[in-house]
Nanobody, 118 residues
Framework: QVQLVESGGGLVQPGGSLRLSCAASGSIRSANIMDWFRQAPGKQRESVAGITSGGFTNYADSVKGRFTISRDNAKNTVYLQMNSLKPEDTAVYYC????????????WGQGTQVTVSS
């Protein structure tokens, strides 16, 4: 089994920055993909950014140029640096890991709340 724990959420003013972390533990395959998703109230969960164990990244158009995903494979941790935050970035942010043991839905963390408001 794989466990994911997110941290780093909070309240920030528009234009501000936050850095989210997601630490994975358990039986993790070396080849994996880690993603950040978010879900705002009344909306569907959406993909924000993803990174493979080899370092390839992808981003939603809405966050390109503002968010940066990175990872530390030695620590099994993925980060999401969020700059120039907007009120529409307000959501619960979830971490997901997919590997050979679960390529379909993957494993999910409990989520961390990000609120962008003045």
């Amino acid at each position: 089994q794989v466990q994911l724990v997110e941290s780093g959420g909070g309240l920030v003013q528009p234009g501000g920055s936050l850095r989210l972390s997601c630490a994975a533990s358990g039986s993790i395959r070396s080849a994996n993909i880690m993603d950040w998703f978010r879900q705002a109230p009344g909306k569907q969960r959406e993909s924000v950014a993803g990174i493979t164990s080899g370092g390839f990244t992808n981003y939603a158009d809405s966050v390109k140029g503002r968010f940066t995903i990175s990872r530390d494979n030695a620590k099994n941790t993925v980060y999401l640096q969020m700059n120039s935050l907007k009120p529409e970035d307000t959501a619960v942010y979830y971490c997901n890991l997919r590997d050979g043991s679960n390529w379909s839905s993957g494993y999910w963390g409990q989520g961390t709340q990000v609120t962008v408001s003045s």
